[in-house]
């Protein structure tokens, strides 16, 4: 679990993480602001979480940036701990806040990780 501890680190710094750990999955959550389910992918490939999301920013057309430091993509490959697996995976968006949980097992498939809104759970 060091590497995927190490790899959060690497995260731009305006990204904010937690790694939570089970024992039978590991919890991975990251603040995304601005970001949704049609805006973001997870999947797992090579033994690796790939995240790549979106930020859609909306600019009133009477204005114009003097400064823009929010940025507007993440694209983070982060490696799993040997023992997480992509099968059973899953991922939710809430008012900006991916939440991924990731099964333990012994390997790790290459699989898309849906990314559902938590108000398509509430209804």
């Avoid at 991975?28 to 999947?43: H, S």
Wanted: charged share 35%; no cysteine; aromatic share 4%.
């Amino acid at each position: 679990m060091s590497a995927l501890r190490d790899a959060l680190q690497e995260l731009p710094d305006a990204v904010f993480a937690d790694l939570l750990e089970s024992d039978d999955a590991y919890l991975l959550v990251l603040d995304l602001p601005g970001v949704t389910p049609d805006t973001v992918e997870v999947r797992v490939e090579k033994g690796r979480l790939v995240i790549e999301a979106r930020r859609d920013k909306q600019l009133p057309p009477e204005f114009r940036y003097v400064r823009e430091d929010r940025s507007l993509f993440l694209d983070a490959e982060i490696p799993l701990p040997p023992d997480a697996t992509g099968a059973g995976a899953d991922s939710e968006i809430d008012r900006g806040v991916l939440t991924i949980r990731l099964p333990k097992r012994d390997a790790a498939p290459e699989r898309t990780i849906p990314v559902t809104s938590a108000d398509d759970t509430e209804a």
